[in-house]
């Protein structure tokens, strides 16, 4: 998940279009746009209004954007309208931009002034039940897109560059409470902690209780317990047949881990992998680790899977090798969707869980 965010921008870059005469590519952010040829000019400033927001029809009709805004139905079953990305002549172009209102400032988000919120799409069958929420056993962090925020890492700054698995994100791990003889085991999707099934037989068709049955994870948590942690939550990636359109060629359940909270702390990448190692828990593939660079995101974000099968990848999360935080939004991990699966058919298809 991600926020949505509509900010007063600079063209950064303008660029001959070499299939259109009558159209440049501007660079906004870490976005490519499509415009009109002659309209605007590095440094001009914008509105910029990503992919993913949502315009009421009396904003869109004002802003006279009609035609860049597919209607979808939402997370709570209404049909709304949607900025979307389009190819003109071979070439992408994600999102719109429109002339800034008498007053608007460099750098300020004016999501608010237009009444622009995040599109959800809708919320696929649920596996389980909702369990009460435990202040100790937190959700994931949201992944901001790096296109939104291209500078939060800096060129040459280490970091890993891990495969964007196309399934449903999970959660296992335990809690000491103090007033408890033995930890509380929990699992749960992004959101919503979920209730442990009555009988063992029923975890291993259980979405979210699934990686709890298998040997690497149980392992892992044991010992864990046995190096005295009072909280640990192991986050990955559930995939295969049955949870996404992308199988993997798959034909059960999977999972693959991505990271790891140790007593409220997420740990650096090496020390994720060396306990994953350990115990054999299968990880999302490693595509890259070195100097960030935004090129060569955008580069490895398109390619075939590491996995297995005959997809794509969706893209890739960037983060640090060492865990740092951003004072303004938290910890620094990054998403970069690749442009083969965004232009492609199951992104059209997508749907949600909480």
Known sequence: MSTIKVEVCEILEIKPHHNADALELATVQGWQMCVKKGVHQPGDLII??????????????????????????????????????????????????????????????????????????PVKAQAGDGASDDPDFPKYTNLENMRSYPTMLATGEAVVATEKIHGTNARVGFIWHDDREQPTMMAGSRALRRKEPEETIEMVTNTYWFPHTLIGVKKLLEDLQIQGYKQAILYGEVYGHGIQAYTYNQKRMNFRAF?????????????????????????????????????????????DSLIGGNHGREGVVVKPIVERDNPKSGRVILKYIGDRYLFGKVAEQDTTDV
């Open 259 to 303: 990271d790891l909270m140790l007593d409220g702390k997420y740990v650096d990448h090496s020390i994720f992998k060396s306990w994953c190692d350990k115990h054999q828990v299968e990880q999302v593939p490693l595509i890259y680790e070195g100097a960030f660079s935004l090129e060569v995101i955008k580069q490895i974000s398109d390619g």
């Open 48 to 121: 910029y209004f990503e992919q993913g927001t949502v315009l009421s029809k009396k904003v869109s009709e004002r802003l006279n954007v009609g035609a860049y805004l597919v209607e979808k139905t939402d997370i709570n079953g209404d049909r709304v309208l949607v900025v979307h990305r389009i190819k003109l002549r071979g070439e992408p172009s994600f999102g719109l931009v429109v002339q800034p209102e008498t007053g608007m400032e460099l750098g300020v988000d004016v999501a608010a002034f237009y009444g622009a919120i995040k599109y959800h799409p």
